[in-house]
């Protein structure tokens, strides 16, 4: 009888000390964990490497600043059975995060992500400065060529010009610059296969390069949103008529850093790839990086019989049918004559 009653007290024993385990355990997924944040810091930063395993990971969280051993930790990771669903990547641990929250951000990949905006208008130089100083994005291709950095891409022989589409972007924190350019150049041959398969009939246009060159022009050229279409119109009608595109945009892209602001007419008469007066047709590559409402537009022009259009000086332009109402819009709108 007395071994029945002392073999009962030691169930009963194991019982509580099991059921206070189960608590207590309950009660520290949900605890926030303890975390050594740097001086000024409001999030503990943690990367984790690619094919690292569970004890790897359990680690880099204790020097990362996860004030808990890591072989509990990796002991947790393998009970819980996500041991191999932990994913690498750059994170960040906010002051409150309990083991519960840290386990889902890890097999989730909840990684920290910045994002950069990359404006339409731009050159290529332009969107390179933009990466470089974007926060926490590391500059891979710094030391290629523009060449390089296409063909890697995939786009051997192709302009970077017109190669990526402008957009906001989101990327892992501490990633390279490669993620956000193959997200553009991806972006751009979306966007231009969609907006070429509903384009207008009976363009003057022969391919969806083209109209991304067309659209490029339309971009510099356009100073208010109403007038998109029908600077579209007048280039369309221009091309159509065999006549030279006759844009400065263009010219200006063709000095490079020749230019200083002020555009001469010496330099409308000296010949050259991009120099639409001296030259018929389109541009041999796009000047700049159009966005989604200015290659609509190069695929949609208005429906208009003007051939020429001058900058009223706010923003808006001048359409004209014939040189002569042209040049009277020239005298008025440029030159501030009667």
């Known amino acids: 009888m007395r071994v029945k009653t002392l073999a009962w007290a030691v169930l009963l024993l194991l019982a509580l000390l099991v059921a206070g385990a189960a608590v207590a355990y309950r ?17 503990l930063d943690v990367t984790v490497a690619p094919r690292a395993s569970a004890g790897d990971i359990a680690r880099t969280l204790h020097r990362a600043g996860v004030a808990v051993p890591p072989r509990w ?3 947790w ?8 669903r932990l994913q690498a990547g750059s994170y960040e641990l906010p002051p409150g995060i309990t083991p519960v929250q840290l386990r889902r951000m890890l097999v989730q990949g909840e990684q920290a992500t ?23 994005l590391k500059a891979d291709t710094a030391g290629l060529s523009a060449s390089a950095i296409m ?3 995939g786009l051997d022989g192709m302009s970077p010009e017109g190669a990526f589409f402008p957009d906001t972007y989101t990327y892992p924190k501490n990633s390279g610059d490669w ?4 997200q553009a150049a991806k972006a751009m041959q979306r966007v231009v ?12 246009l022969r391919s969806p390069r083209e109209a991304v060159v067309l659209a490029s022009l339309i971009e510099k050229e356009t100073g208010q949103a109403a007038d998109r279409a029908l600077i579209s119109g007048v280039f369309h009608n221009r091309l159509r008529l065999g006549m030279r595109l006759q844009t400065d945009p263009s010219v200006i892209y063709g000095l490079g850093g020749e230019f200083d602001g002020n555009l001469q007419r010496h330099h409308l008469r000296r ?25 609509r537009a190069a695929l949609h022009p208005a429906a208009t019989e003007a051939l020429y259009f001058v900058a009223r000086g706010d923003g808006s332009s001048q359409f004209s049918r014939t040189l002569p109402e042209h040049n009277a819009a020239v005298r008025r709108y440029q030159l501030g004559k009667p």
């Open 193 to 204: 296969a969609q907006v070429w398969a509903q384009r207008a009939p009976n363009l003057a």
């Open 114 to 136: 910045r994002r950069v905006t990359l404006p339409e208008g731009w050159h290529f130089a332009q969107w390179r400065q933009a990466l470089a100083q974007a926060p926490d």
């Open 179 to 182: 993620v956000v350019w193959e």
């Open 27 to 43: 009660e520290w997924l949900e605890r926030p964990l303890p975390l050594r944040q740097a001086a000024g810091a409001q999030v």
């Open 73 to 75: 930790l990796a002991a």
């Open 77 to 84: 990771f393998v009970w819980s059975g996500v041991a191999q």
């Open 271 to 295: 010949d050259g790839p991009y120099n639409t007066y001296t030259r018929g047709g389109l541009p041999p590559t796009p000047i700049a990086m159009p966005g989604l409402a200015s290659l």
């Open 151 to 153: 063909q890697r891409l």
